[in-house]
């Protein structure tokens, strides 16, 4: 099992940055793809950002420029820096892991934080 814990959420202002921050423990051997979603009231869940274990990155058009997506795999970690932030972020952010358990494993396991709330104020 993966535990997913994410941090740096909270109140801020429109046009102000948050660093969001996730820390990935447990058995883990590998971890590839890792990624950041959201979802408003009333709204699906959709993708923020995803990184690869190489650090290729790809966004959602409506990020793009101002979110960047890095990842530490030393220490397990997946940070999201958001900047220019608009009242539409305001969002439950939830991080994303898919990982691998064991060396021996031939397949990984997707996982999920428990989420950190952003509110964007007008």
């Known amino acids: 099992q993966v535990q997913l814990v994410e941090s740096g959420g909270g109140l801020v202002q429109t046009g102000g940055s948050l660093r969001l921050s996730c820390a990935a423990s447990?058995?883990?051997?590998?971890?590839?793809?890792m990624g950041w979603y959201r979802q408003a009231p009333g709204k699906q869940r959709e993708l923020v950002a995803t990184?690869?274990?190489?650090?290729?990155?790809n966004y959602a058009d409506s990020m793009k420029g101002r979110f960047i997506i890095s990842r530490d795999n030393a220490k397990n970690m997946v940070y999201l820096q958001m900047d220019s932030l608009k009242p539409d972020d305001t969002a439950v952010y939830y991080c994303?892991?898919?990982?691998?358990?064991?060396?021996?494993?031939?397949?990984?396991?997707?996982?999920w934080g428990q989420g950190t709330q952003v509110t964007v104020s007008s």
């Open positions: 994303n892991a898919d990982a691998v358990g064991d060396y021996r494993d031939t397949y990984s396991v997707n996982y």
């Open positions: 990184i690869t274990n190489g650090g290729r990155t």
């Open positions: 447990g058995r883990i051997f590998r971890i590839n793809d």
